[in-house]
């Protein structure tokens, strides 16, 4: 059993409508690129659930945890005026 | 950050409802907990699925024979989805494997029944894909993204399986004398079990406290029976059939329905590997797993040999 052979994990994305994202779906085991779509086409999408795939191998993703959050998005933290409500505009002003 | 300091955000999270992600700061015990449960609900399904192979070749019709195999396979895909979640404690599927052959890793125990008549087919499918859909409706709302989104999964398409099971049930309810009996007779092998499915008694559950503190189950192991006892008696009685317990009866001040206790010694002596059929299915998975080593070998050769592939496929 030790030599058991059970493939690389691979990622699985979806898109499931002309135009929109591909979406994690969950992730398997594959030899290779091929089989690793048609495994992913019989695993996720049996009721028609998508019309592309992309799958990944899962150790070339590279990810943040929640323990590092605070620190990584600080960045964002204090940039409110990368939204539109930040500006005033003139009372009455239209379409704007 | 001490390990108690830790814990205690830990489940201050937990406490506001958030979700824990597989790269996120767990204790020890929630992945313990967590691979364990999630490892043996995985089994459950690729077991699980031998009960129903074993009518595969016999189904009545071809519209029978399709429905038996489409749910035969989201089985499989359960399995695989399952996996891939308890993967994420760092454990490979070689060694879940190995766990599982070794006896050190539990599936359901229902699944350790024969399955002798076709009327089986309906009792699994409305009855052990009912008490499972109860059971993981409730899971869906697990703390651990990973399991809570393959429940959500699985639960969207088990929808079929209970529905096919009953139909199978009412349409033989509506058959001659010997279908009726056939019938009957699959419910009251599969009642117990399916009861069984829940679990221990709340006060005897050796997991449940930690569990529902962590938010891994948000209800408790008596309370999902009760549910199912009440949804099942119902759908019983509206085809006709008897539930096999003497002292069922309706309870109209809790509104909810009441059976005899369930016979515990033999619950932990199906668990321990005594029931009828333990060895049958646990040497069935060893048989066909070391038979497929060779395609899985040929597999990797075959990758390996071509490794500069180009990155459009065509299939």
Redesign the interface.
């Known amino acids: ?2 030599n ?4 690389p ?1 691979w990622e699985v994305f979806i898109q499931t409508k002309n135009g929109g994202p591909f979406e994690h779906q ?4 594959a ?5 690793a ?2 495994n992913a086409r ?2 996720y999408t ?2 028609n659930e998508g019309r592309s795939i992309w799958v990944v191998p899962t150790e070339c993703i590279a ?5 590092d959050a605070a620190d990584f998005f600080d960045p964002a933290n204090d940039k409110i005026y990368r939204t539109p409500n930040f500006y005033k505009m003139p009372q009455g002003t239209k379409n704007l | 950050m001490t390990e108690e300091e830790k814990e205690k955000q830990f489940q201050q ?1 937990i406490d506001a409802g958030e979700k824990i ?1 597989p ?3 767990m204790p020890e015990a929630y992945k313990q907990t967590l691979f364990r449960q999630i490892s043996q609900h995985a089994h459950s399904e690729i077991i699980g699925m031998q009960p129903e192979g074993n009518w595969l070749l016999r189904a009545p019709s071809l519209r029978a024979k399709k429905i038996l195999l ?1 749910k035969i ?2 089985e499989a ?1 359960h399995g ?2 399952l996996y ?1 979640a308890a ?1 994420t404690f760092g454990i ?3 060694e879940m ?2 766990m599982l ?1 070794s006896g050190k890793a539990k599936y359901s125990s229902i699944f350790n029944y024969p399955t002798l008549t076709w009327a089986d087919m309906g009792a699994i499918g409305w009855l052990v894909d009912g008490a499972a859909i109860v059971n993981q409706t409730m899971l869906a709302k697990c703390s651990y993204v ?1 399991y809570s ?2 429940m959500i ?1 699985i639960c969207k ?1 088990e929808g079929f399986h209970q529905r096919q099971g009953y139909e199978i049930i009412a349409k033989m309810m509506n058959g001659t004398t010997a279908q009726r009996n056939m019938a009957q007779d699959s419910l009251n092998r599969w009642w117990e079990p399916s009861l069984m499915m829940f679990g221990p008694h709340d006060s005897e559950s050796t997991h449940s406290k930690d569990s529902m503190k962590w938010k891994i189950k948000v209800e408790s192991n008596d309370t999902l029976r009760q549910r199912f006892i009440d949804r099942t008696v119902e759908q019983a009685h509206h085809i006709g059939l008897t539930i096999p317990d003497k002292n069922l009866k309706y309870n109209k001040t809790t509104m909810h329905w009441e059976t005899s206790e369930i016979n515990w010694d033999e619950f932990w002596s199906v668990v321990k590997g005594n029931g009828p059929c333990n060895y049958q299915r646990i040497s069935h998975h060893i048989h066909y797993h070391n038979e497929g ?1 060779w395609v ?2 040929c ?2 050769a ?2 390996k040999s071509r490794e500069k ?1 180009n ?1 459009s ?1 065509s ?1």
């Open positions: 059993m030790k058991d052979n059970q493939f994990q969950g992730s398997l085991h030899a290779d690129k091929k089989m779509l048609q019989d695993l049996r009721r990810a943040t945890t929640a323990d | 999270r992600e790269r996120d700061w489409a396979q989201d895909g695989l989805y891939s993967e490979d599927r070689t494997i190995a052959h990973l989104r393959a999964r398409e080593k899985r070998d597999a990797t075959f990758e592939e990155s496929i299939i």
